[in-house]
């Protein structure tokens, strides 16, 4: 999920990179081209989504940037993408958190996988998602943050109490499918 997906290998650096396919117990089946597992009818294969809090217990969503193919300017809670062959999500979440916020291990210590779920999301005629997604918690001891502008757009933080008992009221953000996914799994 993370910038350039898609276009050709020539062009695009992460369309040669690999993903870690999986079955439906995420059970890893070899690796498989980026590109190829985000078009067509896609491969199921491994990621995470990681959902990052203030002390006050508000959550950074950040606005994916416009040069994502795949869900382009819409909001996430707070990051997401691949592990890479070889990776465990935490260290995958570690380094997404240095590349897109610029959030390094000092500012927090309690990184924890709180959920996994299988979702498949078609996005306009760019490509889908066929994911077993890890959602990854933490919460910042300190806030300062450095995004990337080619993976961040835009940030706000929200009261996520609020954002689960009225989302009707966070409507216009166009919101990540995964998040979505997250956020209504972790209110049950």
Wanted: charged content about 30%.
């Amino acid at each position: 999920m993370s910038s350039n997906e898609g276009g050709d290998a020539g062009r695009h650096p992460n369309a040669a990179q690999e993903v870690i396919a999986v079955d439906a117990d995420d059970q890893e089946r070899g690796t498989v081209n980026r590109l190829d597992a985000h078009t067509g009818d896609g491969v199921r294969h491994r990621a995470f989504t990681a959902l990052v809090f203030d002390g006050e217990g508000r959550l950074l969503l950040a606005q994916r940037a416009p040069n994502k193919r795949l869900w382009d300017t819409h909001w996430d809670g707070t990051v997401a993408s691949h592990p890479r062959p070889g990776q465990t999500q935490k260290e995958a979440c570690r380094q997404r958190l240095i590349d897109e916020l610029g959030v390094t291990s000092d500012q927090y210590d309690d990184l924890r996988v709180t959920d996994k779920f299988e979702y498949k999301r078609y996005y306009e005629n760019a490509g889908l998602e066929w994911e077993v997604c890890a959602v990854l918690q933490v919460t910042l001891d300190d806030t300062t943050l450095d995004p990337d502008p080619e993976e961040i757009t835009g940030r706000l933080w929200v009261d996520y109490d609020h954002l689960h008992e009225h989302p009707q009221a966070y409507r216009q953000l166009r919101l990540c499918p995964w998040f979505e996914i997250a956020m209504r799994r972790d209110a049950e």
